[in-house]
T-cell receptor, first 116, second 116 residues
């Protein structure tokens, strides 16, 4: 069964500093990995995904993520944090259920707090 | 135009009651999902339908019954509500169910259910 671990419940970073939100995964076969963001009282929004190819994936709002197969990690990064980036971030991995259908499993979420 | 819309947004009810949440998507996607987000923000898949066919049914009490009248709609009916059912329920949709593609989920804004 697939799983995702987000080891930090909360990450605090000063505005303008680089940020990293950590994620490790476990899945059979090729990993399909995602990051989503959730603002208060809203649904999740897609940020970026890794399927294959370049290990550095660029996404929305200046975010990027680095896929590392040997460390089974997919950390989310941004060179310069904005206060408006403060939100809940979810890492996710796509696996398959027994019927051959995709099943997306989410991590427990990391709250990002950008301090002005 | 809202891509994935859920109603109601808020639902407060007594234990033992029966309630329904409705979801509609106008993206032309063929797969829809129900996710439950608990008070700790953990997200867990409950059900998934592809072209009106149930394809994912996680370990959910049979008090929860999904219904998909067509591929643009997925409703969730809950019988005999319990305190532990209090959560935010998210509907989502995607195009495709598996294969080599990685299908991005589009989420609704959520329906907050409070059972008293």
């Amino acid at each position: 069964a697939q799983s995702v671990a987000q080891p930090e419940d909360q990450v605090n970073v000063a505005e303008g500093n680089p940020l990293t939100v950590k994620c490790t995964y476990s899945v059979s076969g090729n990993p399909y990995l995602f990051w989503y963001v959730q603002y208060p009282n809203r649904g999740l929004q897609f940020l970026l995904k890794y399927i294959t190819g370049d290990n550095l994936v660029k996404g929305s709002y200046g975010f990027e993520a680095e896929f590392n197969k040997s460390q089974t990690s997919f950390h989310l990064k941004k060179p310069s944090a904005l206060v408006s980036d403060s939100a809940l971030y979810f890492c996710a991995v796509r696996g398959m259920n027994s019927g051959g259908y995709q099943k997306v499993t989410f991590g427990t979420g990391t709250k990002l707090q950008v301090i002005p | 135009d809202t891509a994935v819309s859920q109603t109601p947004k808020y639902l407060v009810t007594q234990m033992g009651n029966d309630k329904s949440i409705k979801c509609e998507q106008n993206l032309g996607h063929d797969t829809m999902y129900w996710y439950k987000q608990d008070s700790k923000k953990f997200l867990k898949i409950m059900f998934s339908y592809n072209n009106k066919e149930l394809i994912i049914n996680e370990t959910v009490p049979n008090r929860f019954s999904p219904k998909s009248p067509d591929k643009a709609h997925l409703n969730l009916h809950i019988n005999s509500l319990e305190l532990g059912d209090s959560a935010v329920y998210f509907c989502a949709s995607s195009q495709g169910t598996g294969g080599s593609g990685a299908n991005v989920l589009t989420f609704g804004a959520g329906s907050r259910l409070t059972v008293l």
